[in-house]
Antibody
Framework: EVQLVESGGGLVKPGSSLKLSCVAS????????MHWIRQAPKRGLEWIAL????????YYADSVKGRFTISRDNSKNTLYLEMNSLRSEDTAMYYC??????????????WGQGASVTVSS | DVQMTQSLSYLAASPGESVSISCKAS??????LAWYQQKPGEAYKLLIY???TLQSGTPSRFSGSGSGTDFTLTISSLEPEDFGLYYC?????????FGSGTKLEIK
């Protein structure tokens, strides 16, 4: 069974940094692209980043480009999201998600339960 | 960015009924559309991709249709476990974008 477990969320002040982790199990992590998606309170889903299976390609939403960095450690089956210069509008539940097989990089077929990030002074 | 519009934010129906949830893209996205379900306390679940391809494990009462800008998720013969939130997502181009969601409540 595919499992994705996020951690590292919390309450931080504006301008600070935070690093989320997502530990994967139940599939060959090194063979799939991975995403971060977030959902602000009472808002819809916002895709924020994608990393290819081998880290050769990374893509970001404009809202986080230059502030957030997606990375992965295939030896640890772990996906990361390093978030810098956090703003109040980054307050959200952050989900990691696995890409569907093959060329379906942009479809997410498994999601974690999410990690909550609150940015407030 | 491609805007995805789910015009119905809320829908209530009785078990056994058939319901349709619509999703409209701001430009043609061919069939690069996925549907997801979220139930309280559970992870998001992929139901359909490529507009109409059922993900493994998705019950056959779910179907997807449409191409271009207009898409529909249909649930025939609703089961009580089908309540929840439904989102569409386009993957025609980056940034990937989602609809605002349709909450399906079972009467």
């Amino acid at each position: 069974e595919v499992q994705l477990v996020e951690s590292g969320g919390g309450l931080v002040k504006p301008g600070s940094s935070l690093k989320l982790s997502c530990v994967a199990s139940g599939f060959t992590f090194s063979g799939y692209g991975m995403h971060w998606i977030r959902q602000a309170p009472k808002r819809g889903l916002e895709w924020i980043a994608l990393i290819y299976y081998d880290s050769t390609n990374k893509y970001y939403a404009d809202s986080v480009k230059g502030r957030f960095t997606i990375s992965r450690d295939n030896s640890k089956n772990t996906l990361y999201l390093e978030m810098n210069s956090l703003r109040s509008e980054d307050t959200a539940m952050y989900y990691c998600a696995k890409s569907l097989y093959g060329s379906y990089y942009y479809v997410m077929d498994a999601w974690g339960q999410g990690a909550s990030v609150t940015v407030s002074s | 960015d491609v805007q995805m519009t789910q015009s119905l934010s809320y829908l209530a129906a009785s078990p056994g009924e058939s319901v349709s949830i619509s999703c409209k893209a701001s430009k043609s996205i061919s069939n690069y559309l996925a549907w997801y379900q979220q139930k309280p306390g559970e992870a998001y679940k992929l139901l359909i991709y490529s507009g109409s391809t059922l993900q493994s494990g998705t019950p056959s009462r779910f179907s997807g249709s449409g191409s271009g800008t207009d898409f529909t998720l249909t649930i025939s013969s609703l089961e009580p476990e089908d309540f929840g939130l439904y989102y569409c997502q386009q993957y025609y181009e980056k940034p990937l974008t989602f609809g605002s969601g349709t909450k399906l409540e079972i009467k």
